[in-house]
């Protein structure tokens, strides 16, 4: 069974600054690896999609990485702004189509 | 260019009592998932429909049942609500089964009192 984890569960930062979100998962036998945002009491936004044969993606101030065997991807983020502030979440898409997500990483950017 | 959505968005229900989450998407995706997200977890799988008139258990399927009978609808229906039940529902879709990414409407925030 596919079990996603992602570390930290909370983090604060400074505006400004340069970080980091983690994301592992169990199984490498994955199509893809997805990292959503979500905003308070709203819907997922899809951030970046890295295929499995894929090193990584980028989205202006976004750089997302995937390690499939070591089964680790991360999420940096350049020059954190305050509205960067939301949940952001890992999942894993395996064979049945279905994903897999983890808790989410609760990201805090004080001005 | 709507892509999925969902209705309501907010529901309270008492203990027992049914209803039915709607889901539709515009997109003629294929693909199409209920999960639920309960607070501070994140999502479960609850259906999933690879077609219409094909579906299949999640995670986490008992208490729910659903239906395909159009490529564009998803309904979710609940029997006999119970508190545990409580959450935040999410439908999505996709074209080609997890390979290029999900589309997820805005939720359906439910409470059973």
């Known amino acids: 069974k596919q079990e996603v984890t992602q570390i930290p569960a909370a983090l604060s930062v400074p505006e400004g600054e340069n970080l980091v979100l983690n994301c592992s998962f169990t199984?490498?036998?994955?199509?893809?690896l997805q990292w959503f945002r979500q905003d308070p009491g709203k819907g997922l936004t899809s951030l970046l999609l890295?295929?499995?044969?894929?090193r990584e993606q980028t989205s202006g101030r976004l750089n997302a990485s995937l390690d499939k065997s070591s089964g680790r991807s991360t999420l940096y983020i350049a020059a954190s702004q305050p509205g960067d502030s939301a949940t952001y979440l890992c999942?894993?898409?395996?064979?049945?189509?279905?994903?897999?997500f983890g808790e989410g990483t609760q990201l805090t950017v004080n001005p | 260019n709507a892509g999925v959505t969902q209705t309501p968005k907010f529901r309270i229900l008492k203990i027992g009592q049914s209803m039915t989450l709607q889901c539709t998407q515009d997109?003629?995706?294929?693909?199409m998932y209920w999960y639920r997200q309960d607070p501070g977890m994140g999502l479960k799988l609850i259906y999933y429909?690879?077609?219409?008139?094909?579906?299949d258990k999640g995670e986490v399927p008992n208490g729910y049942n659903v239906s395909r009978s159009t490529t564009e609808d998803f309904p979710l229906r609940l029997e006999l609500a119970a508190p545990s039940q409580t959450s935040v529902y999410f439908c999505?879709?996709?074209?080609?089964?997890?390979?290029?990414?999900?589309?997820f409407g805005s939720g359906t925030r439910l409470t059973v009192v």
């Open positions: 999942a894993v898409s395996t064979s049945g189509s279905r994903l897999t």
């Open positions: 199984d490498s036998a994955i199509y893809n």
């Open positions: 890295i295929q499995s044969s894929q």
């Open positions: 997109m003629n995706h294929n693909y």
């Open positions: 429909s690879v077609g219409a008139g094909i579906t």
């Open positions: 999505a879709s996709d074209r080609t089964g997890g390979i290029y990414g999900y589309t």
